[in-house]
T-cell receptor, first 114, second 113 residues
């Protein structure tokens, strides 16, 4: 069983479209994260939720809106996609939001905006 | 200011040689420190972490790292490189400010047969 799964794995879309990426974890963790990895492999946290509550909200355009229907799911919706949104988006989870916790990453969603 | 710095974006070693990947952090308070590995087209997985217990931390796949407060470093080492070690390695730090978690810019390790 995959611990942290993301769908879709690949997403190719046109500028201006709206798209969603879904993430699910079956580890029983309380905390989930979204990261963006750019073409130079730089990895930056975007959001973090603990038990469906937003706890980290980095400086991210408000076109990005996370939604956590329950603590096992954290989805990312992106409005009005731009070329610069092209990246790999990783979902992760950890048992608690404690800073020493190990994070478990999904396989990534490769988004290409044309 | 950069919270965590990885020196050398690309490192090449011969199979069987020592692997040394460098990581320095900027903080007056010992943070939590992590090394993650990313194999091609995969997510990151934890190699090891320092959480204020033993300063020499052993991880998976024969890797280890030593926390040196005086040098604000947490370098990753492995005595003998295998071909399967070729991957991207990320140092990460948390506990510096608020509830933030920062990754370094990564070091790509190539192992030469």
């Amino acid at each position: 069983d995959t611990a942290v799964s993301q769908t879709p794995k690949y997403l190719v879309t046109q500028m201006g479209n709206d798209k969603s990426i879904k993430c699910e974890q079956n580890l029983g963790h309380d905390t989930m994260y979204w990261y963006k990895q750019d073409s130079k492999k730089f990895l930056k946290i975007m959001f973090s939720y603990n038990n469906k509550e937003l706890i980290i909200n980095e400086t991210v355009p408000n076109r990005f809106s996370p939604k956590s229907p329950d603590k096992a799911h954290l989805n990312l919706h992106i409005n009005s996609l731009e070329l610069g949104d092209s990246a790999v988006y990783f979902c992760a989870s950890s048992g608690t939001p404690a800073l020493e916790e190990t994070q478990y990453f999904g396989p990534g969603t490769r988004l290409l905006v044309l | 200011a950069q919270s965590v710095t990885q020196l050398g974006s690309h490192v090449s070693v011969s199979e069987g040689a020592l692997v040394l990947l460098r990581c320095n952090y900027s903080s007056s308070v010992p943070p939590y420190l992590f090394w993650y590995v990313q194999y091609p087209n995969q997510g990151l997985q934890l190699l090891l972490k320092y959480t204020s217990a033993a300063t020499l931390v052993k991880g998976i796949n024969g890797f280890e790292a030593e926390f040196k407060k005086s040098e604000t470093s947490f370098h990753l080492t492995k005595p003998s490189a295998h071909m399967s070690d070729a991957a991207e390695y990320f140092c990460a730090v948390s506990g510096l400010t608020g509830n933030q978690f920062y990754f370094g810019t990564g070091t790509s390790l190539t192992v030469i047969p």
